[in-house]
């Protein structure tokens, strides 16, 4: 075999092992999210009232948990007088469905400019935290929201029946299906959680921690496709010596 056939090849095992860990690397999983449209009817303290508002949900691994950030993108329900600085408190629940159940709190603050009279209430972002008790992928969907305000509740239910915003591959604790009835939840602030299991939580995995173990696979089959053809590459100058 000729020198030039020799270098052909080699590039072509050091191609096929760059394919190789490229292709590894693309098939890291991600989060599926969506915007929802979520039809809102309000029971207010002088009526009826109705909004849709696109809601988005992005969960963000924390610990053994996902901080889960609820949106909106337009405001919902109103009120006859002007809310002030501060004057409002929103809180929600979002719905966990797929392979886990339950519900997670999430909470926010309060509105930080005034409020115009009859003008849709804009609601600050919401956000809790969620445990994993179940293994698979896991969808959150939004739920009842809760508006106080001057010594007033205001109730919004979802009437359209939404489909999940967010839906994530998650691992409980344990790395199984397993038992346990329930996902838990928390307040941002107040760290209280909801559900029936209980015990010590170990470090969970999700789609964050898959990507880095694929990439981390990616590298290696790349850095071994390399090593290989550099030892080819000294043994035929060996030989030829």
Not at 68 to 88: D, H, N, R, Y
Not at 226 to 236: E, I, Q, S, Y
């Amino acid at each position: 075999m000729s020198y030039r056939t020799y270098q052909k090849r080699t590039a072509a095992l050091a191609c096929a092992a760059a394919l190789a860990g490229s292709a590894v690397l693309m098939a890291a999983p991600a989060a599926q999210a969506d915007v929802v449209d979520v039809n809102y009817q309000c029971k207010t303290p002088i009526g009826d009232k109705s909004a849709v508002s696109p809601i988005d949900i992005k969960g963000v691994r924390s610990g053994s948990g996902y901080k889960l950030t609820m949106s909106w993108q337009k405001g919902v329900s109103s009120s006859p007088v002007e809310l002030g600085k501060g004057a409002m408190t929103p809180s929600a629940v979002i719905k966990v469905g797929g392979a886990d159940s339950g519900t997670v709190a999430v909470t926010g603050a309060a509105n930080a400019a005034a409020i115009p009279a009859n003008t849709p209430i804009k609601i600050s972002d919401l956000s809790g935290t969620y445990t994993p008790k179940k293994s698979g992928k896991v969808t959150f969907t939004a739920g009842v929201l809760t508006i106080k305000a001057l010594g007033t509740t205001t109730t919004c239910s979802p009437s359209n029946s939404p489909k999940p915003s967010l839906t994530l591959d998650v691992k409980a604790a344990g790395g199984s299906a397993g038992s346990g009835s329930g996902s838990s939840g928390s307040s941002g602030s107040s760290g209280s959680q909801s559900g029936s299991d209980s015990g010590g939580q170990l470090p969970q995995t999700g789609p964050a921690d898959s990507a880095i173990a694929l990439g981390t696979l990616g590298g290696t089959v790349l850095l071994a496709g390399a090593a290989g053809v550099l030892w080819l590459t000294r043994r035929h100058q060996a030989v030829r010596r």
